[in-house]
């Protein structure tokens, strides 16, 4: 198992991304920062994600928290937090990898079921979804931009 995530090129948790609902984003942020996390990057994402996004990390590691706050009730993350009965909650888990299309060559070599191709993120990244069905949640697949940690 070990020698497969090597092969894909995992290295480790990007972020766990937490969905929030309207209005409620800067208010989450303030709590966050009250437990002692610093902002590092705000912007909003639009095209098919269509959400207001906040990072988070505390200390110096390069583990993050990312709050999504949707912009428009056909965002994906408005349709999860509908389903979650209107709150918000664990909207997925994401993974960092050297080279994104490598991973992505890989899974699906692997017959995962990927929701999309390599893309542009937030921050300059690029990204790419597995689908719940595989894991039970969703996962985010993440490449840093290049000349960033």
Known sequence: MIEELKEAGFEFVDHVAIAVPQGQL???VEKYKALGFAELHREEVHGRHMVREVLLRV????????LLEPLSPESPVAKQIEKNGGR??????????KDIHAAYAYLKEKGFNLTQEPGPGSRGTMI????????SYLIEVVQEADGHA
Do not use: E, T
């Open 88 to 97: 918000g909650g664990f909207a997925h888990l994401a993974f960092r990898v």
């Open 26 to 28: 800067d208010a989450q």
């Open 59 to 66: 200390g110096g590691g390069p583990n993050l928290i990312q």
């Open 128 to 135: 790419f979804f597995v689908h719940p069905k595989d894991f």
